[in-house]
């Protein structure tokens, strides 16, 4: 099922759901493909979220009837198949350190774990990408294991490093530049996921797959990781 809503002069949202959910993230990353696709010469931009799908068309070529007319009976007659998605495993290396997980130490203590517990928690699944956020290298990552799970800070830093892993909630983000945040801060990559990088333009998309991999503080530095 799924429900298309006015949003702008040339832009609707086609909304599927209404609780974020793994199957949820995986049918918007497959109909995102299907209608790219279909209408690529005629849409300017696709804005996938958790359940909704925003998109921007070239009102110079359909107008807003038509478009509406052609979206939903692409939709009608595509049926969603999991084993459709076409979704990327990204490996990202972690260093889960004291020195750069900046709440590491509390979420430690609250949490009653070791650290090698911690990072064998963290890093043994795959986080699926619901959504991108204030960059296109920021992704929204779920579902973090209730062992760790933890609220967002009550007061956000001003200056979170750049490669910096966050919990917050249920949730387990890479902070792509140097920002303010509240996230809970675990570790660091040493992988550069600015926008100074082209090809993190198109690092992550909704549906793909996140692997965290820990490495050494020796290894992280090597491959040029910041104390």
Known sequence: ?????????????????????????????FYTQQLLDALGNIIIDVVPSYTSLMISYRLSLIDHHDFCDQVEQLLSNSTFEPSDVNSNLIEIPVYYGLDVGLDLDSLLNDKG???EEFIAIH????????????????????????????????????????GSIGIADNQTAVYPITSSGGWNIVGRTPVDLSLK????????????????????QEKYCSLGGTL
């Open 113 to 115: 774990l070791k650290l």
């Open 197 to 216: 990088e082209p090809e993190n333009i198109k690092r992550f998309s909704v549906g793909d797959r996140v692997q965290f991999m820990p490495i050494s």
């Open 1 to 29: 099922m799924f429900n298309i809503k006015l949003a702008g002069e040339n832009t609707i949202i086609i909304y599927f759901g209404d609780h974020a959910a793994p199957k949820l993230a995986e049918q918007v990353a």
């Open 123 to 162: 890093s043994s699944k795959t986080y699926l990408v619901y959504a991108i956020g204030f960059s296109p290298a920021f992704a929204f990552l779920g579902k973090v294991d209730d062992r760790i799970s933890a609220t967002r800070l009550a007061r956000p830093r001003i200056k979170i490093p750049a």
